[in-house]
C-alpha cells in the first residue's frame, strides 16, 4: 500500500544518501525510478554557489549557483553556472577564476580568488572582481557548498511578500504575496504570485525578478533586485521597478519572509 511506497521511498533515499558522486550520477542515468530520488543527492554534491555583494554591483551578473561538471580542467574541477552555459568556473595558475566559458582553463575572467585549494568553496582568500581595469576586492562574497549551502536554501521561506510604495504607484499590480515552487529555476528557488499564476518571482543574471510566467528564468521583468543572495527576503540592497525602458529604485519596498 501506500505506507509501504513511502517506507521504500525512505529507504531509497537514506541509500543513496551515502553514494558518492560517480553512483549517484549512474543511478540517475540507470532508470526513471532512480533518477527522481538521485536528484536532490546529486544537487547537493555538484552545487556551490557564489554569492554576496560587490563593490558597486562590479560584475554582479555573473555570480549565482554553478554546477559541477564530469570534466576536469588543469587537473581541477570545473563548473557551469546554473541556466547559463555560457559562464563558467574553472582553475588556472594559482587562482579560480569565474568567466566566459570560450576562456575555459585560462588565467583571466570576470571574478578570481588566488588560492591553489582543490574546490573554490575551501577557500579563505578574499575573492576579487574585475572592473575592466584591475581586480577590486570583494571581501562580501562567499562560496557555499555541501552542508553550508544546503542550509542556506532550506532557510527559503515558503511564502514571501513583496510590499511597500513604488514611485509614483510603478508596477504596485504586480506586488503581493509570492508562494515558494518546488522547482529551482537556474540553481535558485523559484515563486508563483498568490492567485495569480501568470506572475512569477525568479533569480537570473544576478538579480530577482518579479515578471511574467512566459518569461521564466530570463534577466528581464516588471521587478527586480541586483542581489546573488540565496533567498529574495535576505537581500538588503533597493528593489527597482521598471518606468518605460528603465528601471528607478523603489527604496520603500520590502521582501518579507513568512510561514
Known amino acids: 500500500g501506500a505506507s509501504r511506497r513511502a517506507h521504500t521511498d525512505d529507504l531509497l533515499d537514506l541509500a543513496l544518501s551515502f553514494c558518492t558522486e560517480d553512483a549517484l550520477r549512474a543511478a540517475y542515468a540507470s532508470c526513471r525510478a ?51 552555459d555560457g559562464a563558467m568556473l574553472w582553475h588556472a595558475g594559482q587562482s579560480w577564476y569565474v568567466g566566459p566559458a570560450a576562456d575555459l582553463g585560462q588565467t583571466r575572467g570576470w571574478v578570481s580568488v588566488d588560492d591553489g585549494c582543490l574546490r ?5 582568500v578574499t575573492w576579487r572582481v574585475y572592473d575592466d581595469a584591475a581586480w577590486v576586492v570583494a571581501p562580501e562574497l562567499r562560496c557555499l557548498a555541501g552542508d553550508a549551502l544546503a542550509a542556506e536554501m532550506a532557510k527559503a521561506a515558503p511564502q514571501i511578500a513583496l510590499v511597500g510604495p513604488t514611485p509614483q504607484n510603478k508596477q504596485a499590480g504586480v506586488l503581493g504575496v509570492f508562494l515558494k515552487r518546488n522547482e529551482l529555476v537556474n540553481g535558485y528557488p523559484s515563486y508563483t504570485k498568490a492567485g495569480d499564476d501568470g506572475s512569477m518571482l525568479w533569480f537570473a543574471a544576478g538579480c530577482w525578478h518579479v515578471g511574467p510566467a512566459a518569461n521564466l ?26 518606468d518605460g525602458g528603465a528601471f528607478v529604485d523603489a527604496p520603500g519596498l520590502r521582501c518579507l519572509a513568512g510561514d
Open 34 to 84: 532512480f533518477r527522481a530520488a538521485a536528484v536532490p543527492h546529486l544537487r547537493r554534491l555538484l552545487s556551490i554557489a557564489l554569492v554576496g555583494l560587490t563593490p558597486q554591483n562590479l560584475q554582479a551578473s555573473v555570480l549565482g549557483v554553478f554546477l559541477k561538471r564530469t570534466a576536469l580542467v588543469n587537473g581541477f574541477a570545473s563548473y557551469s553556472k546554473a541556466g547559463h
Open 217 to 242: 528564468g530570463q534577466d528581464r521583468g516588471w521587478v527586480n533586485v541586483m542581489d546573488a543572495c540565496l533567498r529574495p527576503e535576505a537581500s538588503s540592497r533597493t528593489w527597482r521597478v521598471a
Open 120 to 124: 573554490p568553496e575551501a577557500s579563505t
